[in-house]
T-cell receptor, first 114, second 115 residues
Framework: DVKVTQSSRYLVKRTGEKVFLECVQD?????MFWYRQDPGLGLRLIYF???????EKGDIPEGYSVSREKKERFSLILESASTNQTSMYLC?????????????FGPGTRLTVL | AQSVTQPDIHITVSEGASLELRCNYS??????LFWYVQSPGQGLQLLLK??????LVQGIKGFEAEFKRSQSSFNLRKPSVHWSDAAEYFC?????????????FGAGTRLAVHP
């Protein structure tokens, strides 16, 4: 089975802190994604990556950056956390994108910024 | 721009009753459509998907969905709901943009099941 793991289930940070959310997948998938999930808004794509060291902005990239130094690991970075970044963050991975394949999701990290 | 609308934010059904969750999409060509389920404290799990062919697709856990191009809909159904089906359900469409594929999600429908 594909497994996508996220480093923390719950995280509490203070405004202005630098925050790292880590995601690891064990199925050698090329593609990885970061979403945030908010009530009434569904999932919105923050950033995605189709290869190591490659990244593309999603629909709401402002205030976030990402890093993909290894194929299995995709990190989301909040350079200076703000209260409006309090949310559930979901990581996903999938195989190559030209023939679209199912995305597999991690359990999520619920981030609270005080 | 592609979009997905799930008109019902919350639905409550009795155990054993039938279920239909609505999904409407906006997309010019033949869409790739998905239904995902999110149980409490869990990530999203794929229930079923439609790419082409038979417009009635079967999924896991006894779910099915029907693609209706004329109505731009992809409604999810189950003939008899179990208490374990209580969860949040998301409809999604693939958007092709700039050479990449992205998933566009609806806002979700939260299902409650009464015993």
């Amino acid at each position: 089975d594909v497994k996508v793991t996220q480093s923390s289930r719950y995280l509490v940070k203070r405004t202005g802190e630098k925050v790292f959310l880590e995601c690891v997948q064990d199925m050698d998938h090329e593609n990885m994604f970061w979403y945030r999930q908010d009530p009434g808004l569904g999932l919105r794509l923050i950033y995605f990556s189709y290869d190591v060291k490659m990244k593309e902005k999603g629909d709401i990239p402002e205030g976030y950056s990402v890093s993909r130094e290894k194929k299995e690991r995709f990190s989301l970075i909040l350079e200076s956390a703000s209260t409006n970044q309090t949310s559930m963050y979901l990581c996903a991975s999938s195989t190559e994108h030209r023939n679209y394949n199912e995305q597999f999701f991690g359990p999520g990290t619920r981030l609270t910024v005080l | 721009a592609q979009s997905v609308t799930q008109p019902d934010i919350h639905i409550t059904v009795s155990e054993g009753a039938s279920l239909e969750l609505r999904c409407n999409y906006s997309y010019g060509a033949t869409p790739y459509l998905f239904w995902y389920v999110q149980s409490p404290g869990q990530g999203l799990q794929l229930l079923l998907k439609y790419f082409s062919g038979d417009t009635l697709v079967q999924g896991i856990k006894g779910f099915e969905a029907e693609f209706k191009r004329s109505q731009s809909s992809f409604n999810l159904r189950k003939p008899s709901v179990h208490w374990s089906d209580a969860a949040e359900y998301f409809c999604a469409v693939v958007a092709f943009s700039g050479g990449y594929n992205k998933l566009i999600f609806g806002a979700g429908t939260r299902l409650a099941v009464h015993p």
